[in-house]
């Protein structure tokens, strides 16, 4: 008989459950995709907290080769030519219309022991076989980065299989493998945490805050899940609370690899003697008016071809396939980035560094032959698969040619 002393525990009591999501094949649905289905297996008892590190890396894999390999076609051959050129390929290909609009189908079928997540894609698929013995060649220069990509998958999992010339991935996990024994307890605790590198000499670099999600919490320290690796040796963790955001002062005492496709962060608290940041200041109206009428005349100029929205947005997007300059604080120099949208309002574009914070992007006109340079706000930083990331940034306003914002 259950003890009533003790709070129940929900997602024990689930003896079966179906789900059936159907997404576009556009580079930014497959983070958010992914933690959906990773809360989603935890909450209905498919997977221990504990193993749901491991659960999301795998499906970050399977649901990225769905989308940039399968639908979008693009293979990972191309990076032997260059990590331009694939992320270059990348942003054209998921501007095109007929490729994005192309879907993936995911179903999740859970019976009470055993949960499977079935994806399947529309593209061309892959010599299933071939890829696999890669997998279990024993020379690490032989494995593709598709191959390191389906081996992680089956480390982490009970069993991964493939359909339909390797268009269908069948992940499987058993509820009850994979338990894990820590010294101490932690609880669980999975919420939004924005992430600040601190400098040496304590300086906080609110410029480069990210965004993290943690995994648990203990009294003197958290486990933090994020995209890249750790910039420095002190962080800023920053809760939402009722009086805004607090910042909480924490050591990063160690990162681990998940794949290809994530990074553990274990960080221990420290007193807090951090300064708060300064208030951002929003942009006012005028600004994003001189923004609107800049861009306009570049959209204007442009090809008008829509990119279809699966989203509600307040300016409609364009396609719009240019290489922009990006300068940010978090890097020296400046970087590149390979637009694959525009609208009056923002640029999403694929680049091969993360960018949190704000920055400075430069787009090309076709009248001037200084580029318009726009201050924006990153609201989005994804890892699509190792080395590439699909950003969002919005349009805050305008520099002039010297700089000045």
Not at 239 to 254: N, Q, S, Y
Not at 288 to 300: D, K, N, Q, Y
Not at 310 to 338: D, K, Q, S
Request: proline share 7%; charged share 20%.
């Amino acid at each position: 008989m259950p003890d009533p002393g003790k709070n129940p525990l929900l997602p024990t009591s689930v003896v079966a459950e179906r789900s059936h999501l159907v997404i576009p094949s556009l580079p930014n649905w497959i983070a958010p995709t992914v933690e959906y289905l990773r809360q989603k297996a935890v909450l209905g008892g498919a997977c221990q907290e504990t193993r749901s590190g491991k659960l999301l890396v795998a499906l970050h894999e399977a649901i990225t080769n769905a989308i940039v390999h399968g639908n979008l076609g693009v293979g990972s051959e191309l990076k032997e030519q260059g990590t331009s050129v694939f992320a270059e390929t990348l942003a054209q290909r998921a501007s095109d219309p007929a490729l994005a609009n192309r879907t993936v189908d995911i179903v999740v079928d859970f019976n009470g022991d055993v949960c499977h997540w079935v994806i399947t894609d529309q593209g061309n698929g892959f010599d299933v076989e071939r890829v696999l013995a890669r997998c279990t060649s024993d020379d690490p220069e032989v494995l593709l980065a598709s191959g390191r990509g389906i081996l992680m998958m089956k480390s982490f999992l009970d069993d991964v299989r493939f359909d339909l010339g390797g268009r269908r991935a069948i992940l499987s996990l058993a509820r009850d493998s994979g338990a894990e024994k820590r010294r101490a307890a932690r609880v669980p605790l999975h919420a939004p945490f924005q992430v600040t590198p601190v400098l040496s000499d304590g300086t906080p670099q609110w410029s480069s805050t990210y965004e993290a999600v943690s995994r648990n919490f203990s009294e003197h320290g958290i486990s933090i899940l994020q995209r890249h690796l750790s910039v420095s040796g002190q962080v800023l963790i920053g809760v939402a609370t009722e009086r805004g955001i607090v910042h909480i002062p924490a050591e990063v005492r160690h990162s681990r690899t998940l794949g290809s496709s994530g990074m553990e962060l274990g960080c221990q608290f420290v007193d807090p003697r951090a300064p708060e940041p300064p208030p951002a200041a929003a942009p006012t109206p005028t600004q994003l008016e001189e923004v609107h009428r800049a861009v306009t005349s570049i959209l204007e100029s442009y090809q008008t071809t829509h990119v279809p929205s699966h989203e509600r947005r307040e300016h409609p997007r364009v396609v719009f396939n240019e290489r922009v300059m990006l300068a940010t604080a978090c890097y020296p120099t400046p970087i590149v980035g390979y637009a694959r949208d525009l609208s009056k309002g923002g640029i999403s574009l694929i680049g091969q560094q993360p960018i949190g914070g704000e920055m400075t992007i430069a787009l090309p006109t076709p009248t001037e032959h200084q580029p318009l340079k726009v201050r924006c706000r990153v609201v989005r930083c994804s890892l699509i698969q190792e080395g590439f990331y699909d950003i969002g940034a919005a349009f805050l306003r305008l520099e002039d040619k010297s700089g000045s914002r």
